[in-house]
């Protein structure tokens, strides 16, 4: 695979190391807004979570990484934990934001540990990848069911929404997200013109977090340790620890880190999400991938973009909650849809062996009713295939 962007064959001198915020810097900060905006929707629409709480967590952490890091160094949702609690809440009414403020606390402390210690590799050494593969198979459909219902609420917008956004997702002139964001907002402002007024009427105000954890029950925090973070345990370590320390390194040899760096990084972040109301944070590799793409060299892509989402949680999260309200269902369930079918995408790579795209596939359809059910059956499904019982 060849290197995105300018070759480095030898390390920057310090001053290159220094975090810039140019046009390109403002370029490549909007680079990953493809992968934030439909999980932030979702938290909100869906599982009516306080935007404050995300965005500032979001923003936060951010600012963090692209100071600490000084490279385009991401900070998305982690997208497991985003579709089963989106999917899942809305099938079932079980999962509740409590239940992702406990995921969010689990994952820090869970990453945390890992990182300080050191044991990551051996955690990885642990989980199958058919059953990896087919967890996330299994979201990724979850996400497009939920979104396809969202949209027979209104056919015409969701047809006319998923086929615009189609047509632009390799746009870069113009994002395919801003088209579809900008389409809903004008069909939700002709069909609620009352909604559009208190959007217009909104004027900064400052709001600070409260202690989210006071909140916590052991039933919310139970569930968003067993169905919610679990299951993201082993995709974060491939995708947003192993991966993109690679990628970093690769790409910025002269800011080299390590997959220990990383997954402590993960857990600090997590832990001040959980504090805070936020939602179960990742460095993930596709979103470096964004930001230099557009133009990002330094974290001061990251810096901007925090920034933006920390004075918007804090002095216009209640605007930020009435204009999400103007998205009609249909386009919510675009969004949702497009989300789904990008988590799957990242799923098709099966096994050659026939045995290991069975336990992928039993488990990616249980995954689309219990993702924590799933999980066990597929390492089930492994262990026996593992002692040649497994017979197809």
């Not at 557009?294 to 990251?302: D, H, I, P, S």
Request: charged fraction near 10%; aromatic fraction near 8%.
């Amino acid at each position: 695979m060849k290197p995105i962007g300018k070759p480095h064959s030898a390390p920057a001198p310090e001053t290159a190391r220094r975090n810039r915020f140019d046009r390109m810097e403002w370029a490549g900060a909007l680079g990953d807004l493809g992968t934030l905006i439909p999980f932030v929707v979702a938290y909100i629409g869906v599982l009516k979570m306080d935007p404050l709480g995300i965005l500032l967590g979001f923003g936060v952490a951010m600012i963090v990484c692209g100071t600490y890091y000084r490279t385009p160094f991401p900070v998305q949702p982690m997208k497991a934990v985003g579709a089963i609690a989106t999917a899942q809440a809305a099938q079932t009414f079980v999962v509740t934001p409590a239940a992702v403020h406990g995921a969010c606390l689990v994952t820090g402390l869970v990453w945390l540990a890992l990182g300080l210690t050191g044991a990551a590799d051996r955690v990885a050494r642990l989980v199958a990848r058919p059953v990896v593969v087919g967890i996330v198979l299994g979201l990724g459909m979850s996400f497009m069911l939920q979104g396809a219902k969202m949209m027979s609420e209104g056919w015409f917008l969701g047809i006319v929404g998923l086929t615009g956004t189609g047509l632009l997702l390799t746009n870069r002139a113009f994002p395919a997200m801003f088209a579809l964001l900008l389409f809903g907002f004008g069909a939700g402002a002709l069909q609620n013109p009352e909604l559009l007024g208190s959007v217009a009427q909104a004027r900064p105000e400052l709001r600070l977090p409260s202690f989210a954890l006071s909140e916590l029950t052991l039933d919310a925090f139970l569930i968003g340790a067993v169905f919610l973070a679990l299951p993201q345990i082993p995709l974060t370590l491939g995708n947003a620890i192993i991966a993109i320390t690679e990628e970093n390194n690769r790409l910025f040899p002269d800011r080299r880190i390590s997959e220990r760096t990383v997954a402590t990084s993960t857990g600090l972040i997590n832990l001040f999400g959980a504090a805070i109301g936020g939602v179960p944070m990742c460095h993930g590799a596709g979103g470096m991938a964004g930001h230099v793409r557009f133009g990002a060299q330094t974290g001061g892509a990251l810096i901007i973009l925090g920034a933006l989402l920390t004075v918007l949680g804090l002095f216009f999260s209640s605007s930020v909650e009435a204009l999400f309200r103007l998205l009609p269902q249909p386009i919510l369930g675009v969004i949702l849809f497009l989300a789904g079918a990008q988590l799957a995408l990242g799923a098709c790579d099966f096994s050659r062996d026939k045995r290991e795209r069975f336990i992928t596939v039993v488990t990616a359809g249980l995954a689309v009713w219990n993702v924590g059910l799933a999980f066990v059956a597929g390492m089930a499904a492994h262990a026996i295939h593992r002692r040649g019982w497994l017979r197809l």
